[in-house]
C-alpha cells in the first residue's frame, strides 16, 4: 500500500508539473500582449491549482474511506473471530466434561473390579490358611 501512495504521490506530481511547463511553453509561444500572457498564465496557473486541489481533496476523502473500511472489515473480522473461538472453547469444554464422566465411570468400574477381585483374594487366602492349619493340626494329632 505505501508503494501504491508513492506512485499515486509521483503521477500526480508529474501531471501537474508537466500540465503547467506545458501551458507556459504554450502561452510563450502564442502571438499576444506580455500583459495579456501574464494574465493568461496566472488564470491557467490558477485553473491547475484548483483542480490540484479538487484532486487531492478527492484523494483525502477516498483514503478516508479506505481507512474507514478498512476499520469496520476488521473489526467485523476480530467479532467473526471471538465467535469461532467462544464456540470452539465451549466444544472443547463440552469434550472435557464427557471425558472427565467417561474417567469418573472406568475409575468406579476399575474400583468395583479390584473389590470384588480383592474379596476373592482374602477368601482364597484365607481357604489356604484355614487348609494349612487343618492339615498342621492333623499332623499334629498323628504325631502324638
Same mark, same amino acid.
Given at each position: 500500500?505505501?508503494? /501504491?501512495?508513492?506512485?499515486?504521490?509521483?503521477?500526480?506530481?508529474?501531471?501537474?508539473?508537466g &500540465?503547467?511547463?506545458?501551458?507556459?511553453?504554450?502561452?510563450?509561444?502564442a502571438?499576444?500582449?506580455?500583459?495579456?500572457? $501574464?494574465?493568461?498564465?496566472k488564470d $491557467?496557473? /490558477?485553473d491547475?491549482?484548483n483542480?490540484?486541489?479538487?484532486?487531492?481533496?478527492?484523494?483525502?476523502?477516498?483514503?478516508?474511506?479506505?481507512?474507514?473500511?478498512?476499520?469496520?472489515?476488521?473489526?467485523?473480522?476480530?467479532?467473526?473471530a471471538?465467535?469461532?473461538?467462544?464456540?470452539?472453547?465451549d466444544?472443547?469444554?463440552?469434550?472435557?466434561?464427557?471425558? $472427565?464422566a467417561?474417567?469418573?465411570?472406568?475409575?468406579?468400574?476399575?474400583?468395583?473390579t479390584?473389590?470384588k477381585?480383592?474379596?476373592?483374594?482374602? &477368601?482364597?487366602?484365607?481357604?489356604?490358611?484355614d487348609s494349612?492349619?487343618?492339615?498342621?493340626?492333623?499332623?499334629?494329632?498323628?504325631?502324638?
Amino acid at each position: 500500500m505505501a508503494d /501504491d501512495n508513492g506512485i499515486g504521490k509521483g503521477l500526480l506530481i508529474g501531471f501537474l508539473t508537466g &500540465s503547467i511547463v506545458g501551458a507556459v511553453i504554450g502561452l510563450l509561444y502564442a502571438p499576444k500582449s506580455g500583459k495579456d500572457l $501574464r494574465v493568461d498564465i496566472k488564470d $491557467r496557473t /490558477d485553473d491547475y491549482l484548483n483542480d490540484a486541489e479538487k484532486y487531492i481533496e478527492k484523494a483525502k476523502t477516498k483514503a478516508n474511506e479506505m481507512i474507514n473500511d478498512g476499520k469496520k472489515k476488521s473489526e467485523e473480522l476480530i467479532a467473526d473471530a471471538k465467535v469461532k473461538v467462544d464456540a470452539l472453547l465451549d466444544e472443547a469444554e463440552e469434550i472435557l466434561n464427557t471425558a $472427565r464422566a467417561k474417567t469418573e465411570e472406568y475409575v468406579e468400574q476399575g474400583k468395583d473390579t479390584i473389590g470384588k477381585k480383592g474379596d476373592k483374594l482374602k &477368601s482364597a487366602i484365607k481357604k489356604g490358611l484355614d487348609s494349612y492349619k487343618t492339615e498342621k493340626s492333623e499332623e499334629s494329632s498323628e504325631e502324638a
